[in-house]
């Protein structure tokens, strides 16, 4: 395949294409929705606190490192444009089905960790949401971890049901964070003009610890790149978008545009109309600090009353999108017999890999019961730090691909040089222990848990295939395996 032919490539061979039917309106939608998801709600407190005024920064400061690695995808997912995603450049990069593996398992393990960190968004916020209703609803720690793993219980069964990803469903929903997010900008915009608010606090750096700026930046950072996730779910809807050689590029770095700019904006919101001692100590930490902006900047207007239910509409789409990619890359796995095959079973009646999906979930239940009960850490900040650092380690093995597979013929976009480098080594250093508190550690435990998991079963299914079926493991059709 070369990026000098005019023809789009032949992604299936005989097999039927699937519908190009994104252009760049529904593209752009598509992306900016799936950026915009949990993370701005689940971070933005945690990372005000470490720089103070200038939580701006951060996110900025995520948005350049998640566009150079953007580059990587973009050149990548037009030099091979199927949509394996991560795994399938890691596979043509350096050709090791081990390493292969443990890639796409990082990123089931990302969305898993990702969407438990939106169970506990959810949780809260529906509970602080019913009690301006209904007064007297409980929404202490064990009502909101009850409802989180309800939560969990839900989305299994609406992925048991075989319900797909819908563009237009996620349309609506994306509409729906970006006026959660206009709200609390236009009450940062209200109470700045009513005198209510400080907009003199956004050049102020404090840091409770008394690190240094350069520090306290790289901290905030790592917690503000989770919110720079979901860009890469793109190239999963490679195959149906219409000539994504030539809208790829300039729509993915439009959303991002857009979602850093959002952000910004969110992030000078908050910091005007929360006292700077509470905005790292929110009422509910679980349901996040944006919540506090609408009831301290607009206290005359009943919208506190319905932004949580906007809130739990937000976050419970990146949930489904999250869990049915990660019991999609599970069941495909096990069809390519990396993973043990009990795993690829799929229901006779709804046609869903039910298998994944009970694997997924239970993996989901355990880990916020874990961090919330035997840890008793916050789950949104324990997950969302493990989404964010699980992402960066492949982000940079992305990086590293893209230069790797530039002895292939170039595609169609090809990346600055020094892009892929840069991103390399901006997401390595994310991934160290100086960009995260002492408190935060045990990210690394979690990790290395989830991880665990996968080298055990595919040791399992090692020793299977090399003494029962005689055969060697490893991936047979890379290219589809998200199919």
């Known amino acids: 395949m070369t990026g000098q032919s005019a023809e789009p490539a032949d992604v299936n061979g005989r097999e039927a294409d699937l519908k190009r039917v994104l252009g760049p309106k529904l593209l752009l939608l598509f992306i900016v929705g799936d950026i915009l998801g949990a993370g701005v709600y689940a971070v933005t407190g945690s990372l005000a606190g470490q720089v103070g005024g200038i939580a701006w920064l951060p996110f900025l400061v995520a948005f350049a490192v998640a566009t150079l690695t953007a580059f990587s995808y973009l050149e990548l997912v037009t030099k091979y444009p199927q949509a394996a995603g991560a795994a399938l450049y890691t596979h043509k990069a350096f050709g090791i089905h081990f390493i292969t593996f443990l890639v796409a398992f990082t990123v089931v393990c990302s969305g898993i960790t990702s969407a438990s960190t939106s169970s506990g968004l959810l949780a809260s916020n529906l ?70 608010g400080d907009l003199s606090r956004v050049t102020v750096f404090e840091n409770p610890d008394d690190k240094g700026l350069f520090a306290a930046v790289t901290i905030a950072t790592a917690i503000a790149f989770f919110s720079m996730v979901g860009f890469e779910d793109s190239v999963n809807m490679v195959e149906e978008v219409d000539e994504p050689e030539r809208i ?9 545009g857009i979602a850093v700019l959002i952000y910004m904006l969110v992030a000078i919101s908050v910091v005007a109309v929360v006292p700077s001692g509470t905005i790292s100590s929110p009422t509910n930490p679980e349901a996040g600090v944006l919540i506090d902006v609408v009831k301290i900047g607009a206290p005359d207007v009943p919208i506190d009353k319905l932004f949580p239910f906007l809130t739990v509409f937000a976050v419970a789409n990146t949930a489904l999108i999250n869990m049915l990619m990660a019991s999609r890359l599970i069941y495909g796995m096990a069809r390519q017999d ?9 229901s006779p009646n709804t046609r869903s890999p039910w298998a994944a999906v009970v694997f997924t979930t239970a993996i989901a239940l355990g880990l916020i ?42 595609g169609r976009f090809k990346a600055p040089t020094a892009f892929p480098v840069l991103g390399a080594l901006s997401c390595a250093y994310l991934l160290g222990p100086w960009a995260r508190l ?12 989830l991880l665990a998991i996968g080298v055990v079963l595919w040791v399992i299914t090692w020793m299977t295939n090399r003494g029962v079926r005689a055969k060697k493991t490893g991936f047979r059709d890379i290219e589809h395996l998200e199919e």
């Not at 969990?152 to 069964?157: C, D, F, I, K, N």
């Not at 990396?338 to 799929?346: E, T, W, Y």
Request: proline share 4%; glycine share 10%.
């Open 369 to 410: 019961f874990v961090v919330r009960v035997v840890l008793s850490a916050s789950s949104v900040t324990s997950l969302s730090g493990t989404t964010a650092l699980l992402l960066l380690a492949v982000f940079t093995i992305v990086n590293v691909a893209c230069l790797v597979l530039r002895r292939d013929p170039a």
């Open 127 to 196: 509970l602080i949401g019913l009690d301006e209703i209904l007064p007297g609803i409980p929404t202490g720690d064990t009502a909101s971890l009850l409802v989180a793993l309800a939560f969990m219980l839900l989305l299994a069964g609406v992925n048991l049901r075989g319900v797909g990803e819908s563009v237009k469903f996620n349309i609506i929903l994306t509409l729906v964070e970006v006026t959660a997010l206009a709200i609390v900008i236009g009450i940062g915009i209200f109470a700045v003009s009513r005198g209510d």
């Open 438 to 449: 002492p408190e935060n550690y045990v990210q690394y435990r979690i990790a290395g848990v």
């Open 248 to 256: 790829f590029p300039r729509v993915m770095l439009t959303g991002l």
């Open 338 to 346: 990396v993973l043990p095959s009990s795993l690829g079973r799929v």
